[in-house]
Every structure is written in C-alpha cells, then in structure tokens.
C-alpha cells in the first residue's frame, strides 16, 4: 500500500478544513424528518396561543409547522401513531386516564402552566340567586332545564359530569351533558347571558371568559375536578422518543413555561394566535432569553438574534 505523505502547508490545510468540519458538526442541522412539527389542537383558545407561540419561534428558526384541530381522543391516538410531534395542552388531573392509557406511547416534557382552574361555572346573577355550589344545582333544576353545557364530545371533563350524572351525585339522575365545542358552547353562555337566563358550563383559566362575562367558579366539585375550583397544571407531551429524535425542538419545548397573565394577554387579542404570539413576544423580549437558552436554528446557528430578526419583520 502505497503511504500518503501531506507537506508542512498540506497539514495546515488538512487540519484547517477539519477544524472547520467540526464546527459544521458541532452546530450541525438536524435531520431533515425534523423539518416539519405537527402539533395538536382540541380547538380551546388557551391551547391556540400556546401553539402560536411555538409554531411562531419554529418558523423563526427555520421549520415548517402544521396544527391539527384534533378532538383529545383523537390527538392522544394520532401521538401513538406517531402523526403528532406535540401537544402542549395535557390538562392534569383531567386528563389522567389519557396518560394512563397511552403511558408507553408518549413523553413528558415539562409542566408548561400552573395555577389554573377548571371546573362549573354560573354567571354572577345566577350565583347571586343562589347557586354557589355543585349540591345548589338541583334546587334550580327547572331554571337550569336540566342541562350542564360542557365541552368537546369525548373530553374527560365531560365524562366526569357524567358519571356525576350516572351515579346522582348532587341528585343530578335527570339531568343531561350538553356536549359541543368551545366556541359553540360560549355562544350558549352568550345567548343565555343576554335574556338573563340561567347556565351552568364548563369554565377554566386562562380564558377570556373571564373578562368577557362577569362568571363565578362553584364549589363542592372536589371530587372530580379537584381542590381549588378545579386547580390544575398543563403539560407539554411528545410522541415517544421524539425529544431524541429531534433534540433542538425538544429543546425549545422543554423551555417553554407560560404564566395566567401572560396567556390571558395573548387570547384576548382580536389577532390570529401566530400574530397575537408574535405582538407579545416583541412587547417583552427578554422572555426570548429563557425560551431558546440552548436552541439554534434548524441549520444549527445560533437562535436568539435571528428570531428577534424575524419578530420585528412580522
């Protein structure tokens, strides 16, 4: 075999072209089936800005994004089947059974919110008159036709009233879950608000219901929703493995934490939820810190200035 000999100025070129490989390795893109990140979406308007803010800094950085308005149920089978990179809205304790069942097929990537509620809610004449806790409900039977107005069919938060329901917890036998989604059970809410009618639905925060409409949370649902009108935290879930897979936007999920404030902001404005993200992030920059700490772009540059680039376009 024939020796291959380098001259003195052929090593510095040779050693010049690996240091420069191994920076392009060291700030390298990821793998090209990391380009596009699916995430899920129950169609809730929390949810929507959270999504917004992550498919917002994505695109900054260089991916392609798509949402899929996609029912719980749904959005937990199609994580499984590995067609849904994220959902950035596991609702706990609610949706425990969801974890329970599909344990083995996900990973859990951080609590991304706390402190917020979900439970029952009536409108503030309603609670005025009466209606303060879940055992007030049957009192008013007539005035409330019997009907609990909840979310989505197949939520969790609906099959809890329902075994409510099944069991006559609160002496409820007779009464029935009105099943819908989000905005056409809110369009109930706004209907019934405006003759002066009683409701009682299925509330949470962060949400502009609570600036919308003057409502108050009840008490006594402890046993399905929990302690503190419902308190829950919200976590960010990935299909298994993908954080592995796709270390860079696994980075930037296992970032992103978001505050009452900071969500109730974004879902109130009249803007679509990427625009609405966008409008907040350049209102408080200094967040970006936190959220790409440890990220690059998908070509593997650095992530900060180049995402403030893009925001001050939009």
Known sequence: MKAISFSRTGLKTFGLVSLLLGSSVALSAEPEQCKKVTFSDPGWTDIGATNGVATTLLKALGYDTQVYLLSVPVGFESIKNGEIDAFMGNWMPAQSAFIDKYKNDIDVVRTNLEGVKFTLAVPK??????VKDFSDLEKFSKEFRQRIYGIDAGAPA??????????????????????????????QVARTIKRDNFIVFLAWEPHPMNVNYDLKYLTGGDKYFGPNYGGATIRTLTRKGYSSECSNVGKLLSNLEFGLTMENEMIASPEKPEKAAADWMKAHPEILDKWLQGVTTFDGKPALNIVKQQLSAM
């Open 158 to 187: 609906n099959q809890k009233l329902q075994t409510m329901i099944d069991t006559n917890d609160f002496g409820l036998k007779d009464w029935k879950v009105v099943e819908s989604g989000e905005q056409a059970m809110l369009s």
């Open 125 to 130: 004449y309603v609670f005025d008159a009466g």
